[in-house]
Protein backbone atom coordinates (compact mmCIF):
# COMPACT_ATOMS: atom_id res chain seq x y z
CA UNK A 1 0.00 0.00 0.00
CA UNK A 2 1.13 3.44 -0.76
CA UNK A 3 2.73 5.08 2.17
CA UNK A 4 0.28 8.46 3.40
CA UNK A 5 1.78 11.71 3.54
CA UNK A 6 2.78 13.25 7.34
CA UNK A 7 1.33 16.83 5.84
CA UNK A 8 -1.06 17.86 3.29
CA UNK A 9 2.17 19.76 2.14
CA UNK A 10 4.36 16.66 1.44
CA UNK A 11 0.97 16.29 -1.52
CA UNK A 12 2.04 19.63 -2.86
CA UNK A 13 3.91 20.22 -5.93
CA UNK A 14 7.15 21.72 -5.84
CA UNK A 15 7.94 25.33 -6.88
CA UNK A 16 11.52 27.59 -6.69
CA UNK A 17 10.67 31.26 -6.58
CA UNK A 18 13.25 33.33 -6.00
CA UNK A 19 12.37 36.02 -3.39
CA UNK A 20 14.50 39.35 -2.32
CA UNK A 21 16.81 38.97 0.64
CA UNK A 22 14.83 41.63 2.52
CA UNK A 23 11.60 39.06 1.70
CA UNK A 24 13.38 36.55 3.11
CA UNK A 25 14.47 38.17 6.26
CA UNK A 26 10.75 39.62 7.24
CA UNK A 27 9.60 35.67 6.59
CA UNK A 28 12.24 34.96 9.32
CA UNK A 29 11.54 37.27 11.48
CA UNK A 30 7.60 36.35 10.92
CA UNK A 31 8.10 32.73 11.79
CA UNK A 32 10.52 33.79 15.01
CA UNK A 33 7.40 36.13 16.12
CA UNK A 34 4.73 33.98 15.96
CA UNK A 35 6.73 31.02 17.71
CA UNK A 36 7.73 33.27 20.52
CA UNK A 37 5.92 36.14 20.97
CA UNK A 38 2.56 34.46 20.20
CA UNK A 39 3.34 30.93 20.72
CA UNK A 40 2.57 29.34 17.52
CA UNK A 41 4.64 25.95 17.85
CA UNK A 42 5.54 25.20 14.43
CA UNK A 43 5.53 27.77 11.76
CA UNK A 44 6.45 26.95 8.72
CA UNK A 45 7.10 29.72 6.11
CA UNK A 46 5.62 27.58 3.46
CA UNK A 47 2.29 28.24 5.57
CA UNK A 48 2.92 32.06 6.21
CA UNK A 49 3.69 32.42 2.26
CA UNK A 50 0.39 30.60 1.88
CA UNK A 51 -1.64 32.56 3.79
CA UNK A 52 0.04 35.71 2.64
CA UNK A 53 -0.73 34.64 -0.92
CA UNK A 54 -4.71 33.72 -0.65
CA UNK A 55 -5.20 36.96 1.08
CA UNK A 56 -3.24 38.57 -1.65
CA UNK A 57 -5.57 36.73 -4.34
CA UNK A 58 -8.77 37.33 -2.35
CA UNK A 59 -8.14 41.27 -2.05
CA UNK A 60 -7.58 40.88 -5.82
CA UNK A 61 -10.86 39.26 -6.61
CA UNK A 62 -13.00 41.69 -4.19
CA UNK A 63 -11.20 44.57 -5.33
CA UNK A 64 -9.81 44.29 -8.97
CA UNK A 65 -7.57 47.65 -10.42
CA UNK A 66 -8.16 48.89 -6.58
CA UNK A 67 -6.53 46.11 -5.38
CA UNK A 68 -3.09 46.41 -3.63
CA UNK A 69 -1.78 43.59 -6.11
CA UNK A 70 -2.45 45.91 -8.99
CA UNK A 71 -1.32 49.21 -6.93
CA UNK A 72 2.30 47.92 -6.66
CA UNK A 73 2.53 46.22 -10.02
CA UNK A 74 1.56 49.71 -11.91
CA UNK A 75 2.75 52.10 -9.73
Do not use: C, W
Not at 4 to 27: A, M
Not at 56 to 74: R, W
Amino acid sequence: PARQPNSPHQSYPNRTYHLDPDTVTLLEDMQHALRRKYGVKRPLIEEIVEIAVKHLGDDFEQNQQASHLVGKLTS
